[in-house]
Antibody
């Protein structure tokens, strides 16, 4: 059973960058889309972007374009999310999640079936 | 971007009630829709994918339906452990956006 284990909580100052890691134990990264989802306190889930080890490039929500970089390293079974130019509004819990092609009937449909435990990032001066 | 609107945003129900949550997409997404449950302080959990396929290990009181732009999540008989927040998500083209969530609370 694959587990995603994320790095620990971070406290950053406005304008700084943060890099959060997510290591897959018990499996590989290939064939999956590794996404990052954030949740601001008291609010809903927000998909930030995702990356596949095969492509090596990320796809990002427009809101975060230019500030976020998501990578997936097949050799270390680890995915990373780096967010730059931090502001107080970026204070949130950040989750990694595995997007898996799941079979339904004769077709395959992506869904995020395995999640990390979450990493709290606090941005404060 | 495809926008998902859930309704209601909040509902109050009793144990044993039948509960239905709807999710409407701003454009057709075929059956590329998933439902998640989130307990307070926990990571989300996948319940349904492909609009109506139950994820392994999820109780059969959960069911999903719909295609195109209109989808529903139904809990046939609400249990104490089902009081949580539920989200729909489309997984067609990027970005894979979520609905705003529906919080199910005890009446």
């Amino acid at each position: 059973q694959v587990q995603l284990v994320q790095s620990g909580a971070e406290v950053k100052k406005p304008g700084a960058s943060v890099k959060v890691s997510c290591k897959a134990s018990g499996g590989t990264l290939s064939s999956y889309v590794f996404s990052w989802v954030r949740q601001v306190p008291g609010q809903g889930l927000e998909w930030m972007g995702g990356a596949t080890p095969i492509s090596g490039t990320g796809n990002y929500a427009q809101k975060f374009q230019g500030r976020v970089t998501i990578t997936a390293d097949e050799l270390t079974y680890t995915t990373y999310m780096q967010l730059s130019s931090l502001r107080s509004e970026d204070t949130a819990v950040y989750y990694c999640a595995r997007g898996t092609p799941l079979k339904s009937g004769t077709s395959f449909f992506y869904a995020m079936d395995v999640w990390g435990q979450g990493t709290t990032v606090t941005v404060s001066s | 971007d495809i926008h998902l609107t859930q309704s209601p945003s909040f509902l109050s129900a009793s144990v044993g009630d039948r509960v239905t949550i709807t999710c409407r997409a701003s454009q057709g997404i075929s059956s590329y829709l998933a439902w998640y449950q989130q307990m307070p302080g926990k990571a989300p959990r996948l319940l349904i994918y492909a609009a109506s396929t139950l994820q392994s290990g999820v109780p059969s009181r959960f069911s999903g339906s719909g295609s195109g732009t209109d989808f529903t999540l139904t809990i046939s008989s609400l249990q104490p452990e089902d009081f949580a927040t539920y989200y729909c998500q489309h997984l067609t083209s990027y970005p894979w956006t979520f609905g705003q969530g529906t919080k199910v609370e005890i009446k």
